[in-house]
């Protein structure tokens, strides 16, 4: 609890978000911004947030900001004993991945992308016993599950060198059909499992 003599950590934050935060929010914010910022501080914690997050945790909170490629990227490098991912689940699960001694917290259980809900490990699966023989690669942005069950994944901005690393004429691609016909001239064969 920070003493009444002591200045409140929020106190020079409102410059930065007062251009989408009206000002009679703002004390209400502050407090839980208070908050944060101090059990930040005593539980050595650390907070990575994705670009879609809300002004005051973004900018107010937030020690590392970016999106979920650039924060699985970053969640490597904290030296933090504690990693609060304030994005999707997706997020979380690679982060604790990349850091197994870690404490990896999200903090709404609920936060999902209906991209990377729209495939279940069972799909790959199915998938798989329809095209036998046929790679199948997954964008970063799906669940842990369905990550083990694909043959490799890739980002929007790899996808087209991963996929050409296959040498095939035909993959799966998961589960966004739009990146993967934006970006090749091979064979994609849709998923249609849900």
């Not at 907070?47 to 699985?72: K, M, R, W």
């Not at 990377?116 to 036998?132: C, F, G, H, K, M």
């Not at 994944?153 to 998961?174: P, Q, W």
Request: glycine share 4%; aromatic share 4%.
């Amino acid at each position: 609890m920070l003493s009444t003599l002591e200045p409140r950590p929020s106190e020079h934050l409102y410059a930065k978000v007062r251009h989408a935060i009206p000002a009679i929010e703002w004390p209400m914010l502050s407090k839980d911004i208070d908050a944060i910022i101090a059990l930040k501080k005593s539980r050595n914690a650390v907070i990575l947030a994705h670009n879609y997050q809300t002004p005051e945790i973004f900018h107010c909170v937030a020690d590392i900001v970016g999106d979920s490629l650039a924060l699985a990227r970053e969640a490597t490098q904290v030296e933090a004993d504690v990693i609060v991912l304030a994005g999707v689940h997706f997020m979380a699960e690679t982060a604790k991945l990349l850091n197994p001694s870690k404490t990896v917290l999200i903090p709404d259980r609920g936060a999902g992308c209906s991209l990377a809900d729209s495939i279940t490990p069972e799909d790959v699966r199915l998938l798989r016993q329809n095209y036998p023989g046929v790679p199948i690669v997954t964008y970063v942005n799906t669940s842990a599950a369905v990550k083990a069950e694909s043959d490799i994944c890739c980002t929007s901005g790899n996808a087209k060198t991963i996929i050409e690393s296959l040498g095939v004429e035909r993959v799966i691609m998961l589960p966004d059909e739009y990146l993967a016909k934006k970006k090749h001239q091979i064979s994609i064969i849709r998923c249609c499992a849900k």
